[in-house]
């Protein structure tokens, strides 16, 4: 069974770069492709983007110029950064595996980004 | 504002049967049979429930179907439990850069 884990700070500082890794459990990184989704608080669910264990990515548009994503197949890692952050930006950031097309068949838990001076 | 419009609410009491509709366009629902169903439960991460459009992943109670029609999309569930209580998204592939377009989500209430 696939488990994944969301890691990385808290909070950060307005205009900083978010910083995320995602660790994958129960098995390879090496197949299929890998998301991250964003939920700010009592709102809905946001897709950021995919990362293919390649290194080939696809970001949602109006993040596009902000986002990087990169996958280390070593440590059975992927990530996430956003850079210029700002208030907006606050949410409960999920990882998440690609299962079929467009469907994310499995979550890690989520961990809460606030970006606050 | 989400790309996909989804009623904020549904009820129902135990045993009865709901529908969640999921109205896109033809650039995503109505284009591709990539609709998928999420539930979520308070404080808890989404789970998926049906993707591409009826097909239920192992472990989900056939008591969670879907359907489509046109650039609208379904999710009933039938012989509502206490247990289904929770927000439901959903989603849909929309081709290209926007890979994932979401629903702004339904809460769910069992009466």
């Known amino acids: 069974q696939v488990q994944l884990q969301e890691s990385g700070p808290g909070l950060v500082k307005p205009s900083e770069t978010l910083s995320l890794t995602c660790t994958v459990s129960?098995?390879?990184?090496?197949?299929?492709?890998w998301s991250w989704i964003r939920q700010p608080p009592g709102k809905g669910l946001e897709w950021i983007g995919y990362?293919?264990?390649?290194?080939?990515?696809n970001y949602k548009p109006s993040l596009k110029s902000r986002v990087t994503m990169s996958v280390d197949t070593s440590k059975n890692q992927f990530s996430l950064k956003l850079s210029s952050v700002t208030a907006a930006d606050t949410a409960v950031y999920y990882c998440?595996?690609?299962?079929?097309?467009?469907?994310?068949?499995?979550w890690g838990q989520g961990t809460l980004v606030a970006v606050s001076s | 504002q989400s790309a996909l419009t989804q009623p904020p609410s549904a009820s129902g009491s135990p045993g009865q049967s709901v529908t969640i509709s999921c109205t896109g366009t033809?650039?995503?629902?109505?284009?591709?049979?990539?609709v998928s169903w999420y539930q979520q439960h308070p404080g808890k991460a989404p789970k998926l429930m049906i993707y591409?459009?009826?097909q239920r992943p192992s472990g989900v109670p056939d008591r969670f179907s879907g359907s489509k029609s046109g650039n609208t999309a379904s999710l009933t569930v039938s012989g509502l439990q206490a247990e289904d209580e929770a927000d439901y998204y959903c989603?849909?592939?929309?081709?290209?850069?926007?890979?994932?377009?979401f629903g702004g989500g339904t809460k769910l209430t069992v009466l």
């Open positions: 998440a595996r690609v299962t079929t097309i467009a469907a994310l068949g499995y």
């Open positions: 129960g098995g390879s990184i090496s197949r299929d492709y």
């Open positions: 990362i293919h264990y390649s290194g080939s990515t």
């Open positions: 033809n650039s995503d629902v109505g284009g591709y049979d990539y």
């Open positions: 591409e459009v009826s």
């Open positions: 989603s849909s592939y929309a081709g290209g850069n926007n890979y994932v377009v």
